[in-house]
């Protein structure tokens, strides 16, 4: 939801040998959250400019995984 995140594709790129969602809640992180997250090891990445839902969030993300990581 960040405009100065990084698109998911990008961040995917780096090969990463696995991954662990973290998607935020309705109406979005706060700034302490993504704090927080980026604290914990967490790379933030965006999925396009549209803002989905959680629900539509966590499949839209899981196929874009699964697409990246079974290469």
Not at 34 to 56: H, Q
């Amino acid at each position: 939801e960040r405009t100065s995140a990084r698109p998911l594709r990008d961040v995917l790129t780096e090969r990463i040998p696995q991954a662990v969602l973290a998607i935020g809640p309705e109406g979005g992180w706060t700034d302490e959250e993504a704090a927080a997250a980026v604290t914990a090891g967490f790379r933030e990445a965006s999925m396009g400019k549209m803002i989905l839902r959680t629900e539509t969030a966590v499949t839209a993300a899981l196929a874009c995984l699964n697409f990246a990581l079974e290469g």
